[in-house]
Structures are given as structure tokens and as C-alpha cells.
């Protein structure tokens, strides 16, 4: 796993403009897979659950899923997440807007910060949210999900 307090080349959609300044928690997770590639489109959605279920349950915040790889609140970005299979690995890019206070006004995004006008501790988001992933991913792996 890599974490980057801000990104200057951050990757996204083909013309999309991204935005990482400090405050946010961006991550990259690297997850060996022995699946068949034709299986892992199901792995960005359940990232996108984990974003939702962390948000619910530590800030009591409703978000939705945009398919394939936003989440939103009331409308507005708070999370973006990037899936690439790269040999027998996927790197999965996450960028959750938590402390940023404001957001230039042509882009449709929002914060935690924003929505509960009060800070929120990065290291203890990132360690729920990575529990979440590892208990979907497991999930998924075993069939489960």
C-alpha cells in the first residue's frame, strides 16, 4: 500500500480534472490476484461498498455509489476510486475527500469536512476502511459475496 498526503499526477478518467490537495486520503492498495481477469470488474463496486459502509458507520453519512467508480453525497464527488490489472496484480487507486475545506466551484465535490464541519483523523479512516476492504475482499475471494 502507498499514501500520499496530496497527488500533482493523479490519474482519472480521460478528461476528467483531478483534484487531490492535502487533506484528503489518497491511497493506492496493490492485491495479487489469482482470478480470471474476466471476474475482477465486481472488485471497484465493492471498494465503492467499503467507502459507503466506513462512511455510515464512523460519521453517520449517507452516500451513493455512481457506477462504476465514484461515490457521492447529495450529488457532490467525495470519493473517487481507480481499478488496473497490471500482470497478476490489481492496483487499486482511492481518493476520499476528508479535510479538505473547499473546492473549486467547477467541480461537483464535497468533503467530510464539509458535511460535518469538523476534522477527521486520516490514520483511523484509512485503518477502517482497509479493514472493510480486507473483509469484502476475503468475502469475494471465497465466494461469498
Known sequence: MVVAGRQDQGKGKPGSKWFSPVGGLYFSLILKTRKNP???????????????????????????????????????????????????SLIIGVGLNVNNPSFPADLPATSLFIICAREFDLDDLLSGLLDEIRDRYLKFLSGKV
Open 38 to 88: 474476466a471476474d475482477l470488474a465486481p472488485i471497484t463496486f465493492l471498494i465503492a461498498q467499503a467507502v459507503v459502509s466506513v462512511l455510515d458507520a464512523n460519521c453517520g453519512i449517507k452516500a451513493d455509489i455512481k457506477p462504476p467508480n465514484d461515490v457521492l453525497i447529495g450529488g457532490k464527488k467525495i470519493c473517487g476510486i481507480l481499478t488496473e490489472k497490471t500482470g497478476d
